[in-house]
């Protein structure tokens, strides 16, 4: 079935690093791809999205790109802060049908001052 | 406006317990997903309805769990014969039509001792 695979964490980095969070999917068909984030002590939120392929979703200094060649949505972002930590998921939508969601397992960053 | 709320926030409950997990989603928001999340774990989906009827159960996993939506607006998950491998994270999202992006409460933590 289909699937979301991330890249495993934790992640630390320092203020002003570079971000990177790995993620592919194996799915039929051509799903929308979402990226969603955990605050601590919050709710899931939808950080940004990107329908088809070579779609780039943004949002709050991340990005990523639908690639369907490598089947990947990478999210990055180029100077994180301490307060992007949380925990980032990857997830994928079915088309068609229930349109629910498949979900990574999740990667935790933490940044430090 | 008001989010997707979800009662109760914690519960608590012996084995062999039956439970009842509500959400209220956002207003006018015809689908409406409940999902698990277990620790460590990214967000399972259980159901999806799209107003009163449940059009997408595949993610239940045994006839003890079950949900309703009876007047399209609120849901509830019910858990019968509870075991403790049933303690996780319980969310429920909502979308404005099943295309749209989901929104999520902040869940409610069932813990079966």
């Known amino acids: 079935g289909d699937s979301v695979t991330q890249m495993e964490g934790p992640v630390t980095l320092s203020e002003e690093a570079f971000l990177t969070i790995n993620c592919t999917y194996t799915a039929t068909g051509y799903p929308s791809l979402f990226w969603y984030v955990q605050y601590p002590g919050e709710g899931l939120q939808l950080l940004l999205k990107a329908t088809k392929a070579d779609d780039k979703g943004s949002n709050k200094g991340f990005e990523a790109t639908y690639r369907k060649e490598t089947t990947s949505f990478h999210l990055e972002k180029g100077s994180v802060q301490v307060s992007d930590s949380a925990v980032y998921f990857c997830a994928l939508r079915y088309q068609g049908g229930s349109e629910k969601l498949v979900f990574g397992k999740g990667t935790k960053l933490t940044v430090n001052p | 406006g008001a989010g997707v709320s979800q009662t109760p926030s914690n519960k608590v409950t012996e084995k062999g317990k039956y439970v009842e997990l509500r959400c209220d989603p956002i207003?006018?928001?015809?689908?409406l997903y409940w999902y698990r999340q277990s620790l460590g774990q990214g967000p399972e989906f259980l159901i999806y309805f799209q107003g009163t009827g449940a059009a997408d159960d595949s993610g239940l996993p045994n006839d003890r769990f079950f949900a309703v939506r009876p007047e399209g607006s609120v849901s509830t998950l019910k858990i019968q014969r509870t075991e403790r491998g049933d303690s996780a994270v319980y969310l429920c999202?909502?979308?404005?039509?099943?295309?749209?992006?989901?929104?999520f409460g902040d869940g409610t933590r069932l813990s079966i001792l």
């Open positions: 207003s006018g928001h015809t689908a």
């Open positions: 999202a909502s979308s404005a039509t099943g295309t749209q992006p989901q929104h």
